[in-house]
């Protein structure tokens, strides 16, 4: 039983660049958050997505969006890249409104 | 707004050694509380949990319980090994059943452990 996977493990963008990440839920999960972790502090929460859509947001700009795919697959997009935006970027799932919330390894992103 | 506040690190003790990371929060209601603990290279893993007041979790020897009355939720371990050296991470969401639950995290306290 896979866990939750995240694409790619580490990348490497310039300032004003857009990035694309992608998580694949854990197996019979169908809620999917994103959180940004950035180096030597506590994960802080993006966003949310269940039956493909946003159902809860954080403190982030509107450069930062989501989708969520019928097979719950989810995807994390950032405009104009900030050097503030160097984070790892995790992805979790759980079951909507239950259970434990499982993590990815994560997506590291460095804006150079 | 919700917030956890953790002890700040770095953490190193010896092996054997007792262990007791401090986290308090700020919530309104009752929310659930968490630990949880990234290894070297690893993403998050749930440590522990507690979902009511006076409530124990327990795991691998760690145990944590929720106190309503101080709004805390210390992380202790009688003796540590030298494979418990990685970051521990508290936080909470909001009660079971309650839509969204995003979790609110602590800055998060490394800890390591020499033989």
């Known amino acids: 039983d896979a866990g939750v996977t995240q694409s790619p493990t580490h990348l490497i963008k310039t300032r004003g660049q857009q990035v694309t990440l992608r998580c694949s839920p854990k197996s019979g999960h169908d809620t999917v958050s994103w959180y940004q972790q950035a180096l030597g502090q506590g994960p802080q929460f993006i966003f949310q997505?269940?039956?493909?859509?946003e159902r809860q947001r954080g403190n982030f700009p509107d450069r930062f969006s989501g989708h969520q795919f019928p097979n719950y697959s989810s995807e994390l997009n950032v405009n104009a890249l900030l050097l503030g935006d160097s984070a790892l970027y995790l992805c979790?799932?759980?079951?909507w409104g239950e259970g434990e919330l499982f993590f990815g390894e994560g997506s590291r992103l460095t804006v150079l | 707004g919700n917030s956890v506040t953790q002890m700040e690190g770095p953490v190193t003790l010896s092996e054997e050694a007792f262990l007791t990371i401090n986290c308090t929060y700020t919530?309104?209601?009752?929310?659930?509380l968490f630990w949880y603990v990234q290894y070297p290279g690893e993403g998050l893993q749930l440590l522990l949990k507690?979902?009511?007041?006076?409530d124990k979790g327990s795991n691998k020897g760690f145990e944590a319980t929720y106190r309503k009355e101080t709004t805390s939720f210390h992380l202790e371990k009688g003796s540590v090994q030298v494979s418990d050296s990685a970051v521990y991470f508290c936080?909470?969401?909001?009660?079971?059943?309650?839509?969204?639950?995003?979790?609110?995290f602590g800055q998060g306290t490394r800890l390591t452990i020499n033989p």
């Open positions: 979790a799932s759980r079951t």
């Open positions: 936080a909470l969401s909001d009660p079971p059943g309650q839509g969204a639950q995003k979790l609110v």
């Open positions: 507690a979902t009511k007041a006076d």
């Open positions: 919530a309104t209601g009752y929310p659930s």
């Open positions: 997505y269940y039956e493909e859509e």
